[in-house]
């Protein structure tokens, strides 16, 4: 029950929000992200005898086609909802420093996108699922297209429109392949999926009908275009739910609902997948070395980022998925922190453009420090959180093809030039005019950024724990996708 | 050759030449004469068919009151002066091409249905008014006063759509 | 004024009245039947046609018809174109000329001067007998009979010929 | 078909033709003396004794005027208009019954040209067709005052029609036919005795209402006064035959006196009995059938002659009606009126069905 | 009663109807005047009833005719509203020519 | 049946009332009206019977979109009072023709003989035409009636040719005799191939599938709004389900004879409509090709006949019917206030009236099959549909299609939340307001449970 109500939570909150008015739609947003939260951990699985007990319920819901309202958290689930449920009021968090115009229904869309996130992750209903999935999408639009940062109107509306008929266009595809899933089973529920045997020619088809969906929220090259722009475009805080969290859908549904679903069209197609995904990784680490505006910069280094999971996840190997879900947490932490940073930046300066600025670090020591933390974790610094997650993640790679790795190995290289480059440039050297007034981190931020380190640092240290949830799921995802 | 092929020729030379010369005529009203001679061509057949009833009823309706119709609105709007503009060659060709074209193959397609048995006997009384009114006001009374409902609207609308409006437009 | 709406000079005026009309009315059938009745009546009346050829009227004594110049009890012509009849003509309808008498002449015309010619213009003449007033002669009178109709507007000026009295009328005209 | 057929069906056509043609000539005759009784007057009387011979003198101006075609792109309508409705006038005549059954010869000679099933509709449909003529004409002589006769003439008749035929509904309820020697002979004799109660049996003291509706129809069908709008000289100058001359103009005439002798025949045929006559049962089983038929045409004649000395009658009592008040009456007075006879009667006979 | 239909094959007939109806088809595509395309109309509408006519005949069933009167109850009903929009049109731009009316056409 | 009679006597009571002189009345009464005869259809559900000697049927299929079309009617007449304000001493007329229209949209529905279908088809036509036509002095409007008409009666024409022929084949003009002919005769003659054919040409010129639909757009935009939102719920919709019903029961064993053909259509029309779609400027015209692609998933559930798709077909009708008329209700309110049909007049609707912009953007979403909207879930039954019968192909175009179809969707949308405008008086009659609400509420609710609907049939 308490999953339930996890997941309507935000929801609830969503219309409180909007009824609160305008002056007060920040902190009731704030509440309901902090309860949602708070609801998560006490909805952690409980360990049976060192058996991980997944939590399930079931609710029929719609006769024709049948469709329950059926969830499930287990390990792998509740690390995501975990990572969604810290994030969003995180990124609430941030936005307190800033005049919003029409709050109520910014938080409120903040928050009915937290429904559709939870709800993508914890279904266990293939229909269900495409609901919460396109119902995600349609918050994210409204926030970025009402309150993107870009003056350019025109530019912005087609930007945001790009993600979304992208996204809409994948997922439509996904439906129909659920559709003919569902013509197959007479069921949307995962397991009758699960143990679904269809000919390798069905399979090899689906697999793309899935796959173009969820390529298209990762995003895998050469599915990735509308990002960099979208990110540019959307509000900061838009920005760090796309990349924190909304990557995570389809890196999750490529576990959840598509490797162990079609195994064989997986087979068919997993060489070309990873050379895509090996390609994004480099492209991605490339394109963003030579960038100027830090928002994009981020987004192809975030572009990197994925396309290294998504090749980790189609290795097929247990390291690989490992590396894959402590690389989408630890993921999650890193681009929320730069996005933060790159807010801030753009907050006081007016400006996300690299080379006009420089030096902040001598009028904000503060901030420089912290940033620089969020830097190294990115660049897989070890004892921090991505260390771990690239290094299995490459190892996975590596036990399927050697050389594949090796180019993929490069991304760390590449990471690091690009982003101390734009450390260097943007908080070292002289101060400029447009960073000269640069105000420091006040408390509010500062204490947002620690809960970050905080995080960054103890999976880090300590991935322990977090192997013990995920493990089962893990192993469990890996048998199906290998029958 | 009995005389009723006879008449069944000529009455359906008259009815396609009307009917052509209907389409190709310049001017309007003259082609509301050959569709009218049309019409009666076709009431023949019906004669010949023995549907007496209807023959008289399609005079009525269609030459009586529909064509007339049509010479009035003509009349009313002065189109005598044969002022039409033709479309446009090729659209001409089209159409001519278009018909033709759909002519023949229902032609061609209906001249395959020979399977359709002669019947031995015709029963003459089908088409009296008795037997029609009991069919129509037994099997098919509802649609008989659905029509009513339609006659009904279409009244209501040609009067609204052809009473001039009396206060000025403003 | 107060009655002046209610003034009849042919004492046969009726009100305009626009009040509705009852039931029996508004059929008009009453009505109509009642009409139909009075054309009937009028079917069977006796007939006021009189068939002129055949038939005449009686002329009324103060009659007044197609002129004629008069001769006197010698056949002579009384007109001494004088001109008095075309003043006074209201409308205008008298053209004369007039001629001295010849000598021999004597016979036919009664003064020394005559009309030449003497023309009435019949369709302008509106048969008023003002001419025959203001002759001093005598010459000129209104008879009982009727212009006779013409197929041409020529015909209907009267010359002399037709307007100057026959000879054989003249023992008649004397008495 | 044999021969004797053909010949007895021919010369009933000649005679009915001779004869229509010879009563609407004397109906144009008759309407000059009759006009001219009715306003205490003598009317026609030279030509021939009495003025017989006038309609002959008529008919001799009527071709030696000049036959002038005015200024129309439309010739052959122009000349095709009093043709057309001429023609209709006169098929209709071929539809009705003039008498009962004459056995000459040893054969029944039907008095109708032919008797059809749907005699009514047959008249109907042809006279439905009448008004091209009148419109076709009115159009085709290119004058505004022919063009607004004929639009006025196919209004009134479209709109006239409709209240006509709903009269005359009620009347086929109760005749169950729409052959005319079938209603005819349903009106046998005067009084009907085989119901309970006797009754009259002619439908005019059956149907009244139908009998003035239909008669009022009839009045604006053949364009009589006081419906005589189309062609009312003192507002359209004449109307749709303003520019005929010579015997066109006859023809226009002379059709108008044809529906006038057809639509008197049919008063007399559908609502006075036709050729029925009180006692003529009697007459057929004292002086033979065929004399008895003869009367019945004799009756018939009768009953449609005063027909037409009705219209004359009345076309000297009753003011021409403005056009608005003639739509009204027709739409909003007549068709209803028709229709509530309609249901009137219907409540009877299933009353008396049961 | 011998069928007509051994005189004058109902194959004919189908010919017959259908020329009529091509014809109707061929004036609502070649004429620009609305009145004559409305004819046209009128004109197809006869050749079916022509052809209904017949097959109730060769069928010896009544609903076929029966049939017809709906047809021309509806034709009646379609002539009335048709040229009453037509007099609509006329009075805004006196014209009855479909290519004219081009004022929707973007 | 009942439905059927009742609502004729609502047109005749509507202009009773009026000759009473009590117009004021009319609207509520017919509104009243509407609502008791919605009962009463209910009332009828699991029945199966015939009445009139198989004129008539009734059964969950003709009870179920009787309803639809009642509550279309419903809200047709509820925004009619106010729409036609200006002419108000027309007032009855117009009802009682938007009334007749209803009634020739029900025949449609629950006929059971092919007498009342070709009735019932022109009697919506032809009250269709009269009301794109209403419109006296403005000229779109009259071409729009023309246009309508002329396209309308020539398709009337092969619709008769089509029964005609099907009558000289099977004898019949009732759905039983046809059917019952049709199981006898398993290979019936080319008269009946020809006859189907022109049926099928028929009901796709009326339910302007491409490419027969050159009329459409035309129509749409020069009709009274009004009339348009009539033209595009309930005359396609009542087009529809005649075209399953007739299809269904009388003409399967020619069925896959024309498969083809009609999937060709529905694909046309799918790619037609949508991309034709994509750059108009007024929203009505766009909405009229927006209507033209949902005909074209329509087809869809009928290209599927062989299944029992009459869920879907009902589903996907009722979606359709609530959004297009929360739609056009709303252009009915902005082009009263902006003056202008242009998609341009929505600019800055989200700041100005925010409840107002949402509903539409609702609406829009669910038009453009947006989940969690009743939309989505018509779509996924269309598509559900199709790939059981296996026309997977054509279901992958209508899902690329209905990929374009959001980028005009959202034309408004983004019109709506990021243009600027003027500010201006913005007004709104209470019953608009009642009628989106509804709509956008039904959309919401059959979002969330589709099966209450959908499991109907």
């Given at each position: 029950m308490l999953v339930v109500i996890t997941l309507f939570l935000p929801l609830l909150f969503a219309l409180l929000t909007f009824l609160s008015g305008n002056r007060y739609a920040k902190y009731v947003a704030l509440a309901g992200g902090a309860a949602t939260f708070i609801a998560c951990v006490l909805l952690k699985p409980i360990f049976v005898s060192g058996q991980l007990q997944p939590i399930a319920v079931s609710y029929p819901w719609i006769a024709n086609p049948v469709v329950n309202f059926a969830l499930s958290l287990d390990g792998l689930s509740f690390v995501l909802v975990a990572l969604t449920t810290f994030l969003v009021p995180f990124i609430i968090g941030t936005t307190f420093g800033k005049e919003i115009d029409n709050a109520k229904a910014f938080y409120s869309l903040i928050l009915l996108m937290e429904f559709g996130l939870l709800g993508v992750f914890l279904a266990a209903d293939g229909f269900l699922y495409y609901i919460f999935w396109e119902l995600a999408l349609i918050p994210i639009y409204f926030i970025a297209l009402i309150w993107g940062e870009n003056k350019d109107r025109e530019f912005r509306n087609r930007a945001i429109f790009k993600f979304f008929i992208y996204t809409l266009a994948g997922s439509l595809f996904m439906l129909l392949g659920f559709i003919y899933l569902y013509q197959s089973t007479g069921s949307f529920s995962i397991s009758a999926l699960y143990n679904l045997n269809l000919s390798d020619t069905e399979q090899s088809v689906l697999f793309w009908a899935f796959f173009v969906a969820f390529a298209i929220k990762i995003p895998v090259f050469p599915f990735h275009t509308w990002q960099p722009e979208t990110y540019k475009e959307a509000p900061s805080a838009g920005t760090m739910l796309l990349s924190g969290i909304m990557l995570k859908m389809g890196l999750y549904s490529l576990l959840r609902w598509l490797l162990p679903v079609l195994p064989h069209g997986v087979m068919l197609w997993t060489p070309l997948v990873i050379v895509l995904a090996v390609i994004g990784v480099i492209y991605g680490s490339v394109i963003a070395v030579k960038q100027d505006n830090l928002k994009k910069l981020l987004a192809y280094s975030s572009f990197a980022h994925v396309g290294l999971i998504t090749a980790g996840i189609f290795a097929l190997t247990r390291e690989g998925f490992q590396g894959a879900t402590v690389q989408m947490f630890a993921h999650g932490f890193n681009v929320v922190g730069l996005f933060f940073a790159a807010e801030i930046i753009l907050q006081r300066t007016g400006t996300l453009s690299i080379s006009q600025l420089g030096g902040i670090r001598n009028v904000a020591p503060k901030f420089a420090t912290v940033f620089m933390v969020v830097v190294l974790a990115s660049v897989a610094l070890p004892t921090t959180n991505a260390f771990i997650g690239e290094f299995l993640l490459l190892f996975g790679v590596y036990e399927y093809n050697t050389w594949l790795s090796v180019i993929a190995g490069l991304t760390i290289i590449l990471g690091a030039v690009y982003m101390l480059r734009m450390y260097q440039l943007v908080m070292l050297g002289e101060t400029n005019d447009t960073t000269a007034g640069f105000r420091d981190l006040n408390s509010r931020e500062l204490l947002l950024f620690a809960l970050l380190i905080i995080g960054i640092f103890q999976l880090g240290l300590a991935p322990k724990m977090f192997m013990t949830y995920v493990q089962p799921s893990l192993d469990l995802i890996l048998n199906y996708s290998l029958r | 050759m009995s005389l009723t092929l006879i008449a069944f020729l000529f009455l359906s030379l008259v009815a396609v030449f009307c009917g052509l010369m209907t389409v190709l005529s310049k001017n309007p009203i003259h082609s509301v004469i050959y569709l009218i001679g049309c019409f009666f061509a076709i009431a023949g057949h019906y004669l010949l068919l023995n549907a007496q009833f209807l023959a008289v009823v399609h005079i009525i309706v269609y030459a009586g009151a529909i064509m007339v119709l049509f010479l009035f609105t003509l009349m009313l709007m002065n189109l005598n002066k044969e002022s039409e503009k033709h479309k446009a060659a090729i659209a001409r060709i089209g159409a001519v091409i278009a018909a033709g074209a759909m002519m023949l193959v229902l032609v061609a397609v209906l001249k395959r249905a020979d399977s359709l048995a002669i019947p031995s006997t015709q029963n003459i009384a089908i088409g009296t008014i008795e037997n029609l009114g009991r069919v129509l006001l037994n099997e098919y009374l509802f649609p008989f006063e659905f029509a009513s409902v339609l006659l009904l609207s279409a009244m209501i609308g040609a009067v609204l759509l052809a009473k001039k409006d009396h206060q000025k437009a403003a | 004024m107060a009655d002046f709406k209610s003034l009849s000079l042919s004492g046969r005026k009726k009100d305009v009245s626009d009040k509705d009309m009852t039931f029996m009315e508004k059929l008009y059938l009453p009505a109509i039947a009642k009409g139909m009745g009075i054309t009937l009546r009028h079917f069977f009346k006796p007939k006021v046609t009189i068939q002129y050829p055949e038939q005449k009227r009686e002329f009324s004594p103060i009659f007044r018809g197609r002129h004629i110049l008069m001769r006197d009890e010698n056949g002579a012509e009384r007109c001494t174109a004088c001109g008095l009849c075309a003043l006074s003509c209201p409308a205008e309808a008298i053209t004369m000329t007039s001629s001295e008498r010849k000598k021999g002449e004597e016979h036919l015309y009664r003064e020394e001067k005559y009309a030449d010619t003497y023309e009435i213009n019949m369709l302008r003449c509106i048969f008023c007998g003002l001419c025959e007033e203001a002759c001093p002669k005598e010459a000129i009178f209104l008879t009982q009979d009727m212009a006779p109709a013409d197929y041409k507007r020529e015909g209907f000026i009267y010359g002399k010929e037709k307007l100057v009295m026959k000879m054989e009328d003249i023992k008649s005209n004397t008495k | 078909m044999d021969l004797g057929f053909v010949i007895e069906k021919s010369a009933i056509i000649l005679v009915i033709f001779a004869i229509t043609m010879l009563i609407a000539l004397y109906s144009t005759f008759g309407e000059r003396v009759f006009a001219s009784y009715f306003q205490d007057r003598l009317g026609p009387n030279r030509a021939g004794p009495g003025g017989l011979l006038q309609p002959l003198a008529d008919g001799v101006k009527m071709f030696t005027k000049e036959d002038f075609i005015p200024e129309t792109p439309n010739k052959f309508l122009f000349i095709f208009g009093p043709f057309l409705f001429m023609t209709t006038a006169l098929i209709t005549s071929s539809v009705i019954p003039w008498g009962d059954t004459l056995t000459l010869f040893g054969r029944e000679v039907k008095l109708q040209a032919a008797d059809i099933n749907v005699a009514i509709l047959f008249v109907f449909g042809v006279v439905s067709i009448g008004v091209y003529g009148i419109m076709l004409g009115g159009w085709a002589s290119n004058n505004k005052f022919s063009l607004l006769g004929a639009v006025r003439a196919s209004s009134q008749m479209i709109s006239y029609e409709v209240a006509m035929g709903l009269s005359i509904i009620a009347v086929l309820m109760m005749t169950g036919t729409l052959s005319l020697r079938g209603i005819v002979e349903q009106q046998h004799g005067f009084i009907d005795w085989s119901g309970n109660i006797p009754w009259f049996s002619w439908n005019v003291f059956k149907q009244p209402v139908a009998f003035i509706i239909f008669l009022v129809c009839a009045f604006a069908e053949t364009n009589r006064?006081?419906?005589?709008l189309p062609e009312c000289e003192s507002e359209l100058v004449g109307g749709y035959h303003t520019e005929y001359s010579s015997m066109k103009l006859g023809f226009y005439l002379f059709a108008e006196y044809i529906n006038m002798f057809i639509s008197s025949a049919l008063i007399s045929l559908l609502f006075f009995g036709g050729f029925n006559y009180p006692g003529m049962d009697w007459v057929a089983h004292n002086l033979g059938g065929n004399l008895a038929t003869l009367v019945g045409v004799g009756v018939m004649f009768t009953k449609t002659l005063f027909g037409i000395f009705f219209y004359m009658w009345v076309r000297w009592t009753v003011p021409r009606f403005r056009y608005d008040q003639l739509m009204n009456l027709g739409w909003k007075i007549l068709i209803p009126l028709a229709i509530l006879n309609i249901l009137i009667t219907g409540f009877v006979i299933i009353l008396n069905g049961n | 009663m011998e069928s007509i239909f051994n005189i004058v094959p109902i194959q004919y007939y189908i010919f017959i109807s259908a020329v009529l109806f091509c014809i109707g088809i061929l004036g609502v595509l070649f004429r620009r005047n609305s009145i004559i395309i409305f004819m046209s109309i009128e004109l197809m509408l006869n050749a079916v009833n022509l052809l209904l006519v017949a097959f109730s005949t060769y069928h010896n069933d009544a609903s076929g005719q029966v049939f017809v009167f709906f047809v021309m109850a509806v034709a009646a009903a379609e002539v009335a509203v048709g040229l009453a929009i037509l007099v609509t049109i006329f009075r805004n731009v006196h014209t009855v020519d479909i290519d004219e009316l081009k004022s929707l056409k973007n | 049946m009942k439905t059927l009679i009742y609502t004729s006597a609502l047109g005749f009571i509507c202009m009773i009332v009026e000759m009473l002189n009590m117009r004021r009345y009319i609207v509520p009464v017919a509104v009243t009206g509407l609502a008791v005869i919605f009962g009463l259809n209910i009332l009828d559900w699991g029945l199966a019977e015939s009445h009139f000697n198989g004129m008539l049927v009734t059964d969950n299929f003709s009870v179920a979109f009787s309803g639809l079309l009642l509550l279309i009617g419903f809200f047709i007449v509820l925004l009619s009072g106010h729409f036609y304000k200006n002419e108000e001493s027309k007032l009855s007329d117009y009802l009682a023709i938007i009334l007749f229209t209803l009634v020739g949209a029900l025949a449609m529905v629950s006929f059971g003989n092919v007498a009342m279908f070709y009735l019932g088809i022109e009697l919506l036509s032809i009250s269709l035409y009269i009301l794109a036509g209403s419109k006296k002095k403005d000229l779109r409007s009259n071409e729009a009636g023309m246009k309508y008409f002329l396209m309308g009666s020539f398709a009337s024409g092969i619709l008769l040719f089509g029964i005609t022929l099907i009558y000289g084949e099977t004898a019949s003009f009732s759905l039983q005799g046809i059917a019952s002919y049709m199981t006898a005769h398993p290979s019936p003659s080319v008269l009946f191939y020809v006859g189907v054919g022109m049926i099928l040409i028929a009901m796709l010129f009326k339910v302007s599938a491409a490419p027969f639909h050159f009329w459409a757009p035309d129509v749409y935009e020069g009709s009274p709004t009004l009339t348009t939102a009539m033209m595009a719920t309930l005359a396609k919709i009542a087009a529809f389900a005649a075209f399953y019903r007739l299809f269904s029961t009388c003409f399967i064993p020619a069925y896959p004879a024309f498969a083809w053909m009609l999937s060709t259509v529905a694909a046309l029309t799918l790619i037609i409509g949508n991309l034709s779609a994509l750059h108009q400027d007024s929203f009505k015209r766009m909405l009229a090709f927006s209507g033209i692609s949902h005909a074209g998933y329509l087809l869809l559930g009928i290209l599927s006949l062989y299944g029992k798709t009459d869920q879907a077909i009902f589903f996907y009708s009722f979606a359709y019917a609530v959004a297009s008329l929360a739609a056009f209700a709303m252009a009915i309110v902005v082009a009263a206030n902006a003056g202008s049909e242009k998609i341009e007049a929505f600019n800055g609707l989200g700041k100005r009236k925010p409840y107002l912009a949402f509903a539409l953007t609702i609406a829009m979403l669910s038009m453009a099959g947006i989940p969690p909207f009743a939309g989505f879930f018509a779509k996924y039954y269309i598509f559900s549909e199709a790939v059981r019968n296996g026309h997977v192909w054509i279901t992958v175009v209508a899902v690329l299609a209905s990929i374009v179809a959001v980028f005009y969707y959202f034309k408004v949308i983004v019109a709506m939340y990021t243009k600027e405008s003027a500010e201006t008086a913005f007004e709104i009659k209470p019953a608009y307001l009642l009628v989106i609400t509804i709509c956008v509420l039904l959309t919401i609710l059959f979002g969330l449970f589709p099966s209450q609907l959908a499991n109907l049939l």
């Open positions: - | - | - | 006064t006081p419906f005589d | - | -």
